[in-house]
């Protein structure tokens, strides 16, 4: 059969990042296991590629693979630049699975992602930036706030007090992370109804909403301002993971449903997805749903939410990584 490489990003050590933060980023070698495994099933020989040096990478692929299953969510601990891996690679010419430079350019840049879907017409809750200095008393949004860095991924940096009710607490957890990521900070309002995931998959042209995935919060207990943190999601021996499992199907009534897929195919519409994507919507305290950020490069692990949507539509793994050769091929091996 064919040749293919799985690019990924190499784990570094990086002074201003803790090291819990590095948990999410090794996350990645999960997905590569997963998809080299069952390429492997299907027929083909896998490659895989931990992209550590930019001029070795490009020297390699004077010797270009059939396909690149691009895993990488940065480069070097920097995850802003997740574009420019996958724009090199369309500088070359050389076919990848996952989105383009341009949409993980765009979705990687939060308030850029909300100016955009806000534009469209696309509910997501209102917000500002932070770039240092002081926050003054009065601001035009309404309390609790949630507090996280503009262009990060993997909730790095969001934790319990995160959610903040004061100007003094806001002012505090903002330079903490502005300090801490070097990086805008965004200050949404924040919503406190139930939160879902919609994972999409693009087979032939044809753009398919999965089942719906709902992160249950109700372990978390009514008090306060529940959350899915950075600990709920990668430290899984926390009570924050144990508290927080994921459902998918979600237990969704016929309308709430129809709304949360029409959101998130027009998500995927106006930033242009391809491929395969994620994208993450909260409920206000009405009901009402608004769409947090789309996530271009979700984790494609066993365990992960986007395999359990694929497992819940009766899409074998093997089906995924078919489909997604055959997006970016056009090859006749696949059936239709």
Wanted: aromatic letters at 8%; proline letters at 7%.
């Amino acid at each position: 059969m064919g040749s293919y490489w799985v690019l990924y990003n190499a784990v570094l050590e990086k002074p201003r990042k803790a090291s819990k933060d590095l948990i999410s980023e090794a996350a990645v070698e999960e997905e590569v296991e997963a998809v080299c495994a069952h390429l492997k099933t299907l027929g083909h020989s896998c490659v895989r590629y931990p992209l550590v040096d930019i001029r070795k990478l490009v020297h390699d692929l004077a010797t270009p693979p059939l396909l690149i299953f691009n895993l990488c969510e940065g480069f070097r601990g920097n995850a802003k630049k997740e574009m420019h891996v996958a724009a090199l690679l369309e500088l070359l010419g050389i076919p990848f699975t996952g989105n383009s430079a341009k949409t993980l350019g765009i979705a990687q840049d939060k308030d850029l992602t909300k100016r955009i879907l806000s534009s469209a017409g696309i509910p997501t809750p209102r917000w500002m930036v932070y770039r240092g200095g002081t926050v003054a008393d009065h601001i035009p949004l309404s309390f609790p706030l949630l507090v996280k860095p503009a262009q990060e991924d993997a909730s790095l940096g969001i934790g319990k007090r995160n959610v903040v009710r004061d100007t003094e607490s806001l002012n505090q957890v903002a330079g903490e992370l502005y300090r801490r990521y070097l990086e805008p900070i965004l200050i949404e309002e924040f919503l406190p109804g139930r939160e879902f995931s919609v994972s999409l998959l693009e087979v032939e042209g044809e753009l398919r909403t999965l089942p719906i995935s709902e992160i249950s919060l109700e372990g978390l207990g009514k008090e306060g301002s529940p959350l899915v943190s950075y600990e709920a999601k990668w430290i899984e021996d926390s009570p924050e993971y144990k508290l927080t499992p994921s459902i998918c199907p979600a237990p969704v009534h016929e309308e709430l449903g129809k709304a949360l897929r029409t959101l998130a195919m027009e998500t995927w519409e106006i930033l242009g997805g391809k491929d395969y994507g994620r994208v993450d919507i909260r409920l206000d305290g009405e009901g009402k749903p608004f769409v947090l950020e789309f996530n271009p490069n979700p984790d494609i692990s066993l365990q992960a939410g986007f395999s359990k949507s694929l497992k819940a539509a009766g899409i074998p793994y093997e089906r995924f990584l078919e489909i997604l050769i055959h997006n970016n091929l056009q090859s006749k091996e696949v059936s239709p």
